[in-house]
């Protein structure tokens, strides 16, 4: 059997050891060993499009904020109806979009020197640069877009 004192002298050290932290947690403050990593990450959704600083180094244009529903795809090796969204810039490639069928989507953007937009099967809506007023976006043709250079594409806005 372990002698009295020595169970004492070791619940003692326990309860030194352990006193900043309950003197902490009772005043609602957090002990000074805790690291500011312990915080979980916010949870409030900015929609800021994901990949966006990797699109930029990549294909020289940003991708800002969207619903989630039109995204950025690799473009199809066939021309054609095919259900996207295609943004042609100056001596640049294409960029294409996808909504799925039946689905709104939404997205801001800076895409520079944009002279052609195609729209699939929704109706599209584009959005340039110093203009208050949209664009209609012809279904499945090729729409021009004002400018010697083209224009700053800042959002495209597609409806079933």
């Known amino acids: 059997?372990?002698?009295?004192?020595?169970?004492?002298?070791a619940a003692t050290a326990v309860l030194i050891a352990?006193?900043?932290?309950a003197a902490s947690a009772m005043a609602g403050t957090a002990p000074a060993?805790?690291?500011?990593?312990d915080e979980p990450p916010s949870l409030v959704e900015d929609y800021s499009y994901p990949g966006a600083d990797r699109?930029?180094?990549?294909?020289g244009f940003k991708l800002i904020t969207g619903d989630?529903?039109?995204?950025?795809?690799?473009c199809p090796s066939t021309p054609g109806n095919d259900?996207?969204?295609?943004?042609r810039r100056n001596l640049k490639p294409i960029a294409c979009f996808k909504v799925p069928a039946g689905q709104?989507?939404?997205?801001?953007?800076?895409?520079?020197?944009?002279?052609?937009?195609?729209?699939d099967d929704h109706t599209v809506k584009a959005t340039l640069a110093?203009?208050?007023t949209a664009i209609d976006i012809s279904k499945n043709e090729w729409t021009p877009i004002p400018g010697d250079k083209g224009s700053t594409l800042v959002t495209l806005v597609a409806t079933p």
């Open 33 to 37: 060993t805790q690291a500011a990593d």
């Open 55 to 59: 699109i930029l180094a990549e294909q």
């Open 130 to 132: 110093g203009q208050s």
């Open 104 to 119: 709104s989507g939404r997205l801001t953007m800076e895409i520079p020197e944009v002279t052609f937009i195609k729209g």
């Open 83 to 87: 259900g996207f969204i295609r943004v």
């Open 18 to 21: 352990t006193l900043p932290t």
């Open 1 to 9: 059997m372990a002698k009295p004192f020595l169970v004492l002298a």
């Open 68 to 74: 989630g529903h039109m995204l950025l795809v690799d």
